[in-house]
């Protein structure tokens, strides 16, 4: 499961969450209430070993 980066465009409370691709994305802020929570557009993490 993939891990994402959301970010409260109103308060500016940001949380890293475990979701599932199936799962739908998170729109309420947990610290403000604010419908303000956006996905953020992060790298990705991997190595590749040869």
Do not use: N
């Not at 994402?4 to 799962?23: E, I, N, P, T």
């Amino acid at each position: 499961m993939p891990i994402y980066a959301y970010k409260c465009g109103a308060c500016g409370h940001a949380r890293d969450v475990l979701q599932k691709l199936s799962d739908p994305l998170l729109t309420e802020c947990p610290a403000c209430g604010a419908p303000a929570f956006t996905k953020q557009v992060t790298a990705a993490g991997f190595q590749l070993k040869g």
